[in-house]
């Protein structure tokens, strides 16, 4: 019998119905075989490790403009040479409208300069700034149809929408069958509390987090859950930082809203306490919404160990500390004058790969999920996120016993800080393969650039659940939409 392309032999497989000592098989990209005794052309021993799903990063910027008109210091290449060191093969960015440009060219551009870049597979979020460009509403449907599923809205910020800018939205994305993501904060409490803390001369980094009400994200949250119960439309709701907000997404999944959640690792694992960093060395961790309070760590993990935050994204939003990226305004500027965003696609996994299997924190098949099979899941990744036959040959072989403490600047994105600097993980991706290729082999980066593919989506486990309130469903009825 012909030899598969590449087996590894020998590890403890993660597979959706648990571990399993074999050998894993690949043939044209694809597993081909789970079993004992396999021959590959290539082979890769993984006795005494760990062989899991590649991770899927469902939230990462990338090439990306801020709303303050600064561009991430990644690019595509960086950072997805950065996501597939730390163990990640697939990653959702953003494509991101500047306002006055249509849907499609937006898309085009983001497609474009993926193509090139990216050397693991790839999707985009649509983000929705601008809904007055001309062809807006044939393009939106249009480009869900084509396979780009979901798009991004915020309440707040330059870029924010009005509620009926994003009722609007919510209709046209339901009528596409697609989903909506949102960043939910109360753009009127952030805006006001800003203003008496800078007028206050209260304006270094510490102060961001207090210029972030946490009753700002409690509002918009339920305020988007009550929407998506409105239309019945799928609404994700990204970057849950407090305990108040997991307790808003479980009431609202109790009463039967399509509504699913997500947290980042630096919720999970930081308090606001790395903002109170000598001088303005604290703006390397900014970030909105901020870092909280040990408390909310505790509901968080609760809410990833009980499914209503179904999935951990890194919300990799990247600036260098220096006069392209924090420091733009100078040497010590005010908080509301510097990027908001933290590197973490390299570091996601080996973070919550300690957290949850070294430490318990969920377990193996707890990691496995929160940061491979539910990103899936949810936003419809056809053959990613598990060990399964057919299933595309994203695998990371991981050292459960190797432990590493983070340097001052180890990270092969393009930051030059490392926000994890002295934090030691034990359990690290030693192997990583894309579809069936070597890409990361002893530490050493062997992809490459445009060597990811874009990833279409027409689905996913994020969906209506049937039941929309009697007004919409009244205007459905009498052809008002
Ligand atoms: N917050 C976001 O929502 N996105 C990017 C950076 C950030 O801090
Ligand atoms: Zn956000
Ligand atoms: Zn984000």
Known sequence: MMPHDLVLKGGQVATPEGVILADVAVTDGRIA???LDLDGAEQIDASGRL?????????AHIEQMSGMGLMNADDFESATRSAALGGTTTVISFAAQA???????????????????????????????????????????????????????FTTYNIGLTDAA????????KAAGGLVCVHAENDGLIGWTKAKLLAAGLDRPEHHALSHPRLAEVEALERMCRFAEFFDQPVMLFHISTAEGVGVVRAAKARGAPVWAETCTHYLLQTAEVLQRQGVEGAKWMCS???RAQADQEALWDGVQTGVIALVSSDHAPYRFDASGKLLAGEAPAFDKIANGLPGLETRLPLLFDAMVTKGRGGLSG???????????????????????GADADLVVWNPARQVTYGADDLADNVGYNPWEGHQVTGWPEEVVLAGKTIVRGGAFLGQPGGGKWLPRFGGAARALGNPSPEYAYLQHKGAL
Do not use: C, N, W
């Open 33 to 35: 075989a789970i079993g």
């Open 99 to 153: 306002k006055g440009q249509s849907l499609r060219a937006t898309i085009a551009d983001y497609a474009a300069r993926a193509a090139r870049g990216a050397s693991i597979d790839h999707a985009f979020h649509l983000t929705i700034t601008d809904l007055s460009v001309p062809g807006f509403a044939g393009d939106l449907a249009a480009l869900i149809a084509a396979g780009h599923h979901s798009v991004k809205l």
């Open 367 to 389: 990691f496995v999920k929160a940061t491979a099979e539910h990103p899936a899941e949810v936003y419809g990744l056809a053959g990613k996120g598990r060990i399964a036959l």
């Open 166 to 173: 994003i009722l609007e939205v919510m209709a046209q994305v």
């Open 51 to 59: 062989v899991l799903p590649g991770g899927v990063d469902p939230h």
């Open 289 to 291: 919404p901020p870092q």
